[in-house]
């Protein structure tokens, strides 16, 4: 479904879209028209191409009724207006929860609107994680019952390419619905005070699996998130130290990664708690900086050893000035304050050449590699190695 008030777009656009195999277009000069498309047709819509202004209805506004109602298909927003305000609508749009290919400038190059179809898929079940709803019932039913498992994501280093640790990334198994993601279950843990129960299994899982790849000769170093909540705990440090060292795994090899995703409660015993898992060498590493609650606050208040500098930031850098200043900052920050850090969200080489071109410690995202089940993780590795040449060339 286009939507666009100029005649002349609609029909170059649909031009473009037949040209790509893409038979089944509908052109709407009017948002209301458009509209009541979306809403009589439910489900049958697999991708919307949305131009910012029009008359009597903007863009936004249509973002806004696409949201009220579920829509699953992708989008792809157009604009003459300049980058920013693209990309502000784009964000909005995401943060909506709708599945957005791409924020682009008319007239389309069609090699442009080729690739936003092909990371898209064009169904509208597409490869979007529908996040379900599970209630606080089902959740706690589940830690119960051990139903999570852990996945793991590597981080490389960008001078020299090699692996120095993973990510755990929490899954749940669910009996039903498969493998459910994190964004639809740790904030309802958080609400309900169970992140902990939670939290800890997952650290426990991850330990066993450093210890597991250690016999197989694979140092790797893993790192586990946690959230404020669970630094509320004051026995917390005391757990990870006696978990380490059940594991039998040196206390170097595990990070914990903090975000601060709502207000600290206590900030005092929070301040307290991760002091004390420093001087128990726990390392600890501010996540998603740049984002949320994680602050310039944080940073000289709690001696972090890494900063991970948060996806929405790092891909597509080399062509946001915006970004890519952040980006530059947060790096030079970091390294004034002795810190090592992290870039996540690496996507594409243009990032990944960007950030070597920076020059700084790590980087994890899909480019590398995505999360994974740790048992997967060698034969990744092996396959890293035959990358690793053209990527790292000496
Ligand atoms: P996070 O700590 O920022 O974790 C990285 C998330 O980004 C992961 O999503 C990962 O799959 C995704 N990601 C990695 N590379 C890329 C990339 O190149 N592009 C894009 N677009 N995404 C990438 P996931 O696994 O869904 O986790 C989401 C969040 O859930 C995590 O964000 C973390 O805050 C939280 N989480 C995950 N596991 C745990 C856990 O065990 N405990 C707690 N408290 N939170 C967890
Ligand atoms: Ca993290």
Same mark, same amino acid.
């Given at each position: ?34 509209? %009541?498309?979306?809403?009589?047709? /439910? ?5 919307? +191409? !949305?131009?910012?202004?029009?008359? *009597? @209805?903007? =863009? ?42 791409? %924020?682009?400038?008319?007239?389309? /190059? ?5 690739? +936003? !179809?092909?990371?898209?898929?064009? *169904? @509208?079940? =597409? ?59 740790i904030a309802l843990a958080e609400d309900g005070g169970m992140v902990d ?18 016999d197989r000769g694979m140092a790797l170093h893993v790192g586990v998130n ?98 890519r200043a952040i980006v530059e900052a947060s790096l030079g920050m970091a ?60």
């Amino acid at each position: 479904l286009l939507i666009d008030d100029e005649p002349f777009t609609l029909r170059l656009l649909t031009h473009q879209l037949k040209g790509l195999g893409h038979e089944d277009v509908t052109g709407c000069e009017d948002a209301r028209e458009a509209l %009541a498309r979306v809403e009589g047709a /439910p489900g049958t819509i697999d991708l919307i +191409l !949305l131009d910012l202004q029009m008359p *009597g @209805s903007d =863009g936004i506004e249509f973002i806004r009724h696409l949201a009220r109602l579920h829509f699953s298909g992708g989008v792809i927003l157009i604009s003459g207006e300049d980058e920013r305000i693209l990309q502000t609508a784009h964000r909005l749009a995401e943060a909506h929860q709708l599945r957005v290919l791409g %924020a682009v400038h008319m007239p389309v /190059p069609p090699e442009r609107l080729r690739t +936003l !179809l092909a990371a898209g898929g064009t *169904g @509208s079940a =597409g490869a979007h994680r529908v996040a379900k709803r599970y209630t606080f019932d089902e959740l706690r039913e589940a830690v119960a019952g051990n139903q999570f498992i852990n996945w793991y994501q590597p981080k490389v280093s960008l001078r020299t390419g090699a692996v120095v640790g993973v990510e755990t990334l929490v899954r749940w198994q669910h009996p039903v619905d498969g493998l459910v993601f994190p964004d639809a279950f740790i904030a309802l843990a958080e609400d309900g005070g169970m992140v902990d129960a939670l939290t800890r299994p997952t650290l426990q899982r991850a330990l066993a699996q450093a210890r597991a790849w250690r016999d197989r000769g694979m140092a790797l170093h893993v790192g586990v998130n946690v959230s404020m909540d669970d630094l509320a705990d004051l026995d917390f440090p005391d757990f990870v130290a006696g978990a380490v060292a059940a594991a039998g795994v040196p206390v170097e090899s595990l990070l914990l990664e903090v975000t601060e995703s709502r207000l600290m409660k206590n900030a005092l015993a929070s301040l307290d708690i991760l002091t004390r898992l420093r001087l128990k060498h726990i390392d600890l590493s501010i996540d998603a900086f740049g984002t949320g609650h994680s602050s310039l606050a944080q940073l000289r208040d709690i001696p972090f050893d890494e900063l991970k500098i948060a996806r929405g930031f790092i891909h597509g850098a080399s062509h946001n000035p915006s970004n890519r200043a952040i980006v530059e900052a947060s790096l030079g920050m970091a390294h004034h304050l002795g810190m090592q850090t992290v870039a996540e969200g690496v996507e594409d080489l243009e990032d990944w050449e960007l950030l070597r071109t920076l020059g700084r410690d790590f980087a994890q995202g899909y480019f590398i590699a995505r999360p994974m089940p740790g048992e997967a993780i060698p034969d990744w590795m092996r396959g890293w190695e035959t990358r690793r040449p053209e990527l790292v060339p000496l």
